[in-house]
T-cell receptor
Framework: DTAVSQTPKYLVTQMGNDKSIKCEQN?????MYWYKQDSKKFLKIMFS???????INETVPNRFSPKSPDKAHLNLHINSLELGDSAVYFC?????????????FGEGSWLTVV | GDSVTQMEGPVTLSEEAFLTINCTYT??????LFWYVQYPGEGLQLLLK?????DKGSNKGFEATYRKETTSFHLEKGSVQVSDSAVYFC???????????FGSGTQLTVLP
């Protein structure tokens, strides 16, 4: 009973392709996130949804489009993949509001663009 | 804006050595502070947290104390094991922010 699960875990694809990463949480949380981890392990927020509404949209190319069909799911679609998109993408969730509430992360999706 | 500065790595220690990884932060208001750990090939796991000044978070022998006067949240462990080898991230969640702001991570390698 994984709390935050994302698929696929590994993805190797060619430049120019379109791909999606799916994320689901079974914690009953109202807020979900996508983070990107680059090759130097640096983690940066990309998007956040609260109750299916976009609340954080950092400076990310518009080739990246999040979609939240309901509050338990947050998918990430990437168009026209580029070499620089190679990274680990982490989905996460929390019960939004108090800053002391823990943010729980999925296992990560390792994307390699060739 | 909010920021976290973390000790540069990599850090290499012998088993049973004492560990300190320094973390300082800049934030408005009263953030909550976290340490996450990432084992090789895995996702991020919460190691410990503290939500107000002078709180001490602890887990698996690791400890960190929220020091408002020095804006620090240093991670310590008295005796590291080979299985502690991982990347450690300090992070904060500010008063009005929903997301975590992470430090750059510190790679720890423990040798037998």
């Amino acid at each position: 009973d994984t709390a935050v699960s994302q698929t696929p875990k590994y993805l190797v694809t060619q430049m120019g392709n379109d791909k999606s990463i799916k994320c689901e949480q079974n914690l009953g949380h109202d807020t979900m996130y996508w983070y990107k981890q680059d090759s130097k392990k640096f983690l940066k927020i990309m998007f956040s949804y609260n109750n299916k509404e976009l609340i954080i949209n950092e400076t990310v190319p518009n080739r990246f489009s999040p979609k939240s069909p309901d509050k338990a799911h947050l998918n990430l679609h990437i168009n026209s993949l580029e070499l620089g998109d190679s990274a680990v993408y982490f989905c996460a969730s929390s019960q939004g509001g108090p800053p002391g509430n823990t943010i729980y992360f999925g296992e990560g999706s390792w994307l390699t663009v060739v | 804006g909010d920021s976290v500065t973390q000790m540069e790595g990599p850090v290499t220690l012998s088993e049973e050595a004492f560990l300190t990884i320094n973390c300082t932060y800049t934030a408005t208001g009263y953030p909550s502070l976290f340490w996450y750990v990432q084992y090789p090939g895995e996702g991020l796991q919460l190691l410990l947290k503290a939500t107000k000044a002078d709180d001490k978070g602890s887990n698996k022998g690791f400890e960190a104390t929220y020091r408002k006067e020095t804006t620090s949240f240093h991670l310590e462990k008295g005796s590291v094991q080979v299985s502690d080898s991982a990347v450690y991230f300090c992070a904060l969640r500010g008063g009005s922010a929903r997301q975590l702001t992470f430090g750059s991570g510190t790679q720890l390698t423990v040798l037998p």
